[in-house]
Nanobody, 117 residues
Framework: QVQLVESGGGLVQPGGSLRLSCAASGNIFKIYRMGWYRQAPEKQRELVATITNAGRTNYGDSMQGRFTISRDNARNTIYLQLNSLKPEDTAVYFC???????????WGQGIQVTVSS
């Protein structure tokens, strides 16, 4: 099993920045891709960005440019840098890990990001 712990969320003013972190533990050697998703109130969960073990990144529609995903393999941690935040970025952000063994998908508990003046 893989455990994921997110940190770094909070309240920020429009135009501000945040950096989210997600630390993985447990059966991490079978993880081949990690990423971030978000879910705003009354909306479906959507892809923000993913990153493979090789460092290949993929971003959801309209996510690239203001958001940057990165990883620190030594710390088993991924990061999501959020810049130029807008009120519509307000959501719960979830960390995800994809493994080659069951359970194939693991999720963190989610962390709130609120963009408001």
């Amino acid at each position: 099993q893989v455990q994921l712990v997110e940190s770094g969320g909070g309240l920020v003013q429009p135009g501000g920045s945040l950096r989210l972190s997600c630390a993985a533990s447990g059966n991490i050697f079978k993880i081949y891709r990690m990423g971030w998703y978000r879910q705003a109130p009354e909306k479906q969960r959507e892809l923000v960005a993913t990153i493979t073990n090789a460092g290949r990144t993929n971003y959801g529609d309209s996510m690239q440019g203001r958001f940057t995903i990165s990883r620190d393999n030594a710390r088993n941690t991924i990061y999501l840098q959020l810049n130029s935040l807008k009120p519509e970025d307000t959501a719960v952000y979830f960390c995800n890990a994809e493994s080659s063994i069951l359970p194939y998908d693991s999720w963190g508990q989610g962390i709130q990001v609120t963009v408001s003046s």
